[in-house]
Protein backbone atom coordinates (compact mmCIF):
# COMPACT_ATOMS: atom_id res chain seq x y z
CA UNK A 1 0.00 0.00 0.00
CA UNK A 2 0.85 3.43 -0.83
CA UNK A 3 1.99 5.53 1.54
CA UNK A 4 -0.24 8.09 2.80
CA UNK A 5 -0.30 12.13 3.22
CA UNK A 6 -3.16 11.96 5.91
CA UNK A 7 -3.94 10.44 9.01
CA UNK A 8 -7.11 8.46 9.40
CA UNK A 9 -10.45 10.28 9.82
CA UNK A 10 -13.31 8.64 11.08
CA UNK A 11 -16.26 10.36 9.99
CA UNK A 12 -20.24 9.65 10.80
CA UNK A 13 -21.96 10.39 7.71
CA UNK A 14 -25.63 11.38 7.71
CA UNK A 15 -28.04 8.51 6.41
CA UNK A 16 -28.54 10.13 2.79
CA UNK A 17 -24.60 9.86 2.22
CA UNK A 18 -25.17 5.91 3.44
CA UNK A 19 -27.64 5.81 1.08
CA UNK A 20 -26.18 7.29 -1.58
CA UNK A 21 -23.01 5.30 -0.73
CA UNK A 22 -25.83 2.44 -1.23
CA UNK A 23 -27.28 3.17 -4.66
CA UNK A 24 -23.60 3.10 -5.77
CA UNK A 25 -22.87 -0.61 -4.34
CA UNK A 26 -26.18 -1.77 -6.06
CA UNK A 27 -24.84 0.04 -9.01
CA UNK A 28 -21.77 -1.27 -8.99
CA UNK A 29 -23.16 -5.13 -8.65
CA UNK A 30 -25.30 -4.67 -11.91
CA UNK A 31 -22.35 -3.44 -13.82
CA UNK A 32 -20.24 -6.67 -12.17
CA UNK A 33 -22.94 -9.06 -12.55
CA UNK A 34 -22.17 -11.11 -15.78
CA UNK A 35 -25.90 -11.90 -16.04
CA UNK A 36 -26.37 -7.89 -16.67
CA UNK A 37 -27.33 -7.55 -20.20
CA UNK A 38 -25.47 -4.24 -21.95
CA UNK A 39 -28.21 -1.54 -21.67
CA UNK A 40 -28.23 -2.43 -18.21
CA UNK A 41 -24.27 -2.06 -17.46
CA UNK A 42 -24.23 1.07 -19.63
CA UNK A 43 -27.13 2.71 -17.70
CA UNK A 44 -25.40 1.17 -14.05
CA UNK A 45 -22.39 2.68 -14.89
CA UNK A 46 -23.84 6.37 -15.71
CA UNK A 47 -25.54 5.82 -12.12
CA UNK A 48 -22.29 4.76 -10.46
CA UNK A 49 -20.46 7.63 -11.69
CA UNK A 50 -23.09 10.41 -11.09
CA UNK A 51 -23.49 8.72 -7.70
CA UNK A 52 -19.98 8.39 -7.13
CA UNK A 53 -19.59 12.17 -7.81
CA UNK A 54 -22.63 12.78 -5.64
CA UNK A 55 -20.89 11.21 -2.98
CA UNK A 56 -18.11 12.74 -2.92
CA UNK A 57 -19.67 15.84 -2.98
CA UNK A 58 -21.71 15.24 -0.04
CA UNK A 59 -18.83 14.12 2.05
CA UNK A 60 -17.07 17.10 1.21
CA UNK A 61 -19.94 19.04 2.47
CA UNK A 62 -19.60 17.29 5.33
CA UNK A 63 -16.31 17.79 6.29
CA UNK A 64 -16.65 20.88 7.43
CA UNK A 65 -18.34 19.86 10.61
CA UNK A 66 -15.43 18.20 11.32
CA UNK A 67 -11.70 19.29 12.55
CA UNK A 68 -9.43 18.65 9.67
CA UNK A 69 -5.46 18.88 9.38
CA UNK A 70 -2.51 18.78 7.10
CA UNK A 71 -2.72 17.74 3.31
CA UNK A 72 -6.88 17.35 3.44
CA UNK A 73 -6.96 21.14 5.01
CA UNK A 74 -4.91 22.29 2.61
CA UNK A 75 -6.81 20.70 0.02
CA UNK A 76 -10.39 22.17 1.48
CA UNK A 77 -9.11 25.10 1.72
CA UNK A 78 -7.88 25.53 -1.94
CA UNK A 79 -11.34 24.15 -2.96
CA UNK A 80 -12.89 26.97 -0.99
CA UNK A 81 -11.62 29.53 -2.63
CA UNK A 82 -12.21 28.10 -5.86
CA UNK A 83 -15.99 27.67 -5.54
CA UNK A 84 -15.72 31.63 -3.71
CA UNK A 85 -13.51 32.24 -7.47
CA UNK A 86 -16.20 30.46 -9.81
CA UNK A 87 -19.18 32.01 -8.02
CA UNK A 88 -17.44 35.62 -8.01
CA UNK A 89 -16.41 34.91 -12.18
CA UNK A 90 -20.06 33.73 -12.81
CA UNK A 91 -22.51 36.40 -10.76
CA UNK A 92 -22.78 39.11 -14.19
Known sequence: ?????????PLTLPGY????????ARADAVVMNPE???SQKKAAREARRELGDTF???VEHNLTAFS???DLADALNELA???SAYRAANRS
Open 1 to 9: MADTKNDAL
Open 36 to 38: SDQ
Open 81 to 83: EAH
Open 68 to 70: VEG
Open 56 to 58: ARA
Open 17 to 24: VVDILADW
